[in-house]
C-alpha cells in the first residue's frame, strides 16, 4: 500500500482549524482509495515566531523538503503585525516558497454548481459557470525584490521596493501557464502593466516568444486595471490568466468573490518536481478565528490539488471535489450561507464532506 509523508504546517488564526478538517478528509479518502497518509507537524508563521524566534525555523524547511508534500493553513495576525518585515509571520510563508522554489502558484477560481447564484456578481454575466485557472509566478517580483527605507532629496522619510524579473523567471511560469491551457480550452490572458513599467514590458515580449511554441493557444494582453475591471464585466472571456506575484494576489483575491466566497478557493504552489505546498488563497482571518465558523472547503480543496498534482491520486482528488459539490447542496458555512440549506460549523463542514466520500 502507498505511504505518502505531508508536513502540516498549521499555522496561525484559523489555519489550526481548517487544516483539521482537511486532515479528516484526506484520512476518509486515504481509507476508501487504499493508500495511507503519515502527518508530521511543523511550525511557521507567528506560532513560529513565539516558540522560536523565528517565522521559518530551520527545521521546518527540512521536514517539508523530507515530504512527499506540504499543506499549510494560513500564518499572519494582528499579534505580529508591528514587527519589522522580515520577522513577520508572512516571511516565513515568502521563505518557504522561495526554500522549496515553488515558483508556480496555480489559483483555479471555479462556481460549484449549488453555488451558482449565490455569487455578487449577476449570474446572467456568469452564465451558471465559472473556470479560471489563474498561473501566479511565485519566487520573484516585487516580493523577492529588494527593498529599504531612505530619505527622499528633500530630506523626508522614504521607502522603496522593487519589481525585477528575468527571461528565463518569465519563460518558466509562461510555459506552465502554456502547458495547462493545452488541457483546457487553449486560451492564455498575459497580465501586466507594460504601458508603465519595464519589468512588465520584458514579461510581455518574454510571454510571446515563448507562446511560439505552442501555435495552438490564442494568446492576448491585459493590462491590471483593465483584467480587474473585466474579471467583473464578462468572467467568461477567460481561461488561463497569467501574472506576475503581485497581480496575481490581488486579482485571485477578486476571482474568489466571484466564485462565492474566498473561503472556497484552493492553491497548488509548484516547484520544478513533484513536491508541492497546497493552501486556500485566503489568510488567517483573525476576524473569525476560534470561532468554529471559518470555511474549511478551500483547504479541503487544496487537498484535492495536492492529490492530483503531487501525489498522483486523480481519482481521489475527483472523489473530495464531488464530495464538496453534493455537499454544497445541503450544508453551508455561513460565508455562503443561503435560506435553502443548513448552516453548519467548520467541524460539521468536515464532518458532511467526509460522509460523501
Ligand atoms: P483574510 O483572507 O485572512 O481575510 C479576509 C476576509 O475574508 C476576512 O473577513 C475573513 O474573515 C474572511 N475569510 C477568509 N478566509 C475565510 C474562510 N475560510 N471562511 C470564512 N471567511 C473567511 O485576509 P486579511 O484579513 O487581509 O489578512 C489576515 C492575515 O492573514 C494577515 O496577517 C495576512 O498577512 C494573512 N494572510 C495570510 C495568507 C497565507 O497564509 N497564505 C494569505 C492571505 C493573508
Ligand atoms: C497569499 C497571501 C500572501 C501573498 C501573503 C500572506 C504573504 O496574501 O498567499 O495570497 O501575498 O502571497
Ligand atoms: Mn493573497
Known amino acids: ?29 486515504a481509507e476508501k482509495f487504499n493508500f495511507t497518509v503519515e502527518y508530521d ?3 511557521m508563521g507567528g506560532c513560529a515566531i513565539d516558540a522560536t524566534g523565528s517565522p521559518l525555523p530551520q527545521e521546518t ?5 523530507a515530504s512527499d508534500s506540504v499543506l499549510l493553513g494560513a500564518v499572519g495576525g494582528p499579534k505580529w503585525d508591528t514587527l519589522p518585515g522580515s520577522q513577520r509571520p508572512e516571511a516565513g510563508l515568502l521563505g518557504i516558497r522561495g526554500a522549496l522554489g515553488l515558483f508556480a502558484n496555480l489559483r483555479p477560481s471555479v462556481i460549484f ?19 479560471i485557472m489563474i498561473v501566479r509566478e511565485l519566487t520573484g517580483g516585487i516580493y523577492f525584490g ?22 528565463p523567471e518569465v519563460e518558466r511560469i509562461a510555459r506552465v501557464a502554456f502547458d495547462m491551457a493545452m488541457k483546457r480550452n487553449k486560451k492564455v490572458t498575459s497580465v501586466d ?9 520584458l514579461w510581455r515580449e518574454t510571454v510571446i516568444k ?29 481561461d488561463v490568466i497569467v501574472t506576475s506575484n503581485i497581480f496575481g494576489d490581488i486579482l485571485s483575491d477578486e476571482a474568489s468573490m466571484i466564485a462565492g466566497s474566498i473561503g472556497m478557493l484552493a492553491s497548488a504552489s509548484l516547484a520544478e518536481g513533484t513536491l508541492g505546498l497546497y493552501e486556500p488563497i485566503h489568510g488567517s482571518a483573525p476576524d473569525i478565528a476560534g470561532q468554529g465558523i471559518a470555511n474549511p472547503l478551500a483547504t479541503i480543496l487544496s487537498v484535492a490539488m495536492m492529490l492530483r498534482y503531487s501525489l498522483n491520486e486523480p481519482e481521489a482528488a475527483d472523489a473530495i ?37
Open 1 to 29: 500500500m502507498k505511504n505518502y509523508k505531508i508536513t502540516l504546517l498549521k499555522g496561525d488564526g484559523i489555519g489550526p482549524e481548517i487544516v483539521d478538517e482537511a486532515v479528516k478528509v484526506l484520512n476518509k479518502t
Open 113 to 131: 454548481e449549488p453555488l451558482q447564484g449565490d455569487s455578487p456578481i449577476k449570474d446572467e454575466i456568469i452564465g451558471g459557470q465559472l473556470d
Open 41 to 43: 507537524e511543523a511550525l
Open 61 to 65: 524547511i527540512d521536514k517539508c523538503k
Open 193 to 201: 502593466k507594460a504601458n508603465v513599467l519595464e519589468s512588465s514590458r
Open 321 to 357: 471535489e464531488n464530495a464538496v459539490n453534493e455537499t454544497l447542496k445541503k450544508y453551508r458555512t455561513p460565508d455562503i450561507a443561503s435560506a435553502d440549506t443548513k448552516q453548519v460549523s467548520c467541524s460539521e463542514m468536515g464532518d458532511m464532506v467526509c460522509s460523501e466520500i
Open 210 to 238: 515563448v507562446s511560439k511554441d505552442y501555435p495552438e493557444v490564442e494568446l492576448n494582453h491585459l493590462y491590471v486595471d483593465n483584467c480587474a475591471m473585466q474579471l467583473v464585466r464578462n468572467p467568461r472571456q477567460f
Open 146 to 167: 529588494k527593498r529599504g527605507r531612505c530619505d527622499d532629496e528633500k530630506g523626508n522619510p522614504a521607502a522603496w521596493d522593487t519589481e525585477m524579473y528575468s527571461v
